[in-house]
T-cell receptor
Framework: KQEVTQIPAALSVPEGENLVLNCSFT??????LQWFRQDPGKGLTSLLL?????REQTSGRLNASLDKSSGRSTLYIAASQPGDSATYLC??????????FGAGTTVTVRA | DTAVSQTPKYLVTQMGNDKSIKCEQN?????MYWYKQDSKKFLKIMFS???????INETVPNRFSPKSPDKAHLNLHINSLELGDSAVYFC????????????????FGEGSRLTVL
């Protein structure tokens, strides 16, 4: 059974600092890995999708890397802004269609 | 245009009642899901349908019954509601049968917050 762990559970940084969010998973036989953002009381917004054959994906200030062999992914957010405050969720998809979520990292960017 | 839409957004009901949550996606995806997010914000898959066929059925009470009338809709019916059913239920969809860079990317609805009194 796939287990996904996100560290740290919470993070508070001053505006402008770079954010590093970690995700680890136990089964390296994955189909893809997806990073989401969830604002309080809202649904999940897809940020980046990394297919199993890829090493990283970038979108604007966001960069996500994937190392299947070590079971890790890292989400980097450059030059953080207060609007980046949210919970960030890592989800790993196996070849059985199942998406296993981590518990999330709650980020607070202080102005 | 909302890609994945769920109704109702909020549902407050008494124990023992039966309720339904509806989900529709206009993305042309072939796979739809129901997830449950508990009070600790942990997301867990409940069901998944691919082209109206049930492909994932996790260990959930049989009081929960999904129904997919077509590949754009996946509804969730819950019988004899219990206090522990209180949670936010999320519908999601993805395209899985077409190869491409974004194959398997999930898109979520806004969630339906169910409160059982």
């Amino acid at each position: 059974k796939q287990e996904v762990t996100q560290i740290p559970a919470a993070l508070s940084v001053p505006e402008g600092e770079n954010l590093v969010l970690n995700c680890s998973f136990t089964d390296s036989a994955i189909y893809n890995l997806q990073w989401f953002r969830q604002d309080p009381g809202k649904g999940l917004t897809s940020l980046l999708l990394i297919q199993s054959s890829q090493r990283e994906q970038t979108s604007g200030r966001l960069n996500a890397s994937l190392d299947k062999s070590s079971g890790r992914s890292t989400l980097y957010i450059a030059a953080s802004q207060p609007g980046d405050s949210a919970t960030y969720l890592c989800a790993v998809r196996g070849n059985d269609y199942k998406l296993s979520f981590g518990a999330g990292t709650t980020v607070t960017v202080r102005a | 245009d909302t890609a994945v839409s769920q109704t109702p957004k909020y549902l407050v009901t008494q124990m023992g009642n039966d309720k339904s949550i509806k989900c529709e996606q206009n993305l042309g995806h072939d796979t739809m899901y129901w997830y449950k997010q508990d009070s600790k914000k942990f997301l867990k898959i409940m069901f998944s349908y691919n082209n109206k066929e049930l492909i994932i059925n996790e260990t959930v009470p049989n009081r929960f019954s999904p129904k997919s009338p077509d590949k754009a809709h996946l509804n969730l019916h819950i019988n004899s509601l219990e206090l522990g059913d209180s949670a936010v239920y999320f519908c999601a969809s993805s395209q899985d049968r077409l190869a491409g860079a974004n194959t398997g990317e999930l898109f979520f609805g806004e969630g339906s917050r169910l409160t059982v009194l």
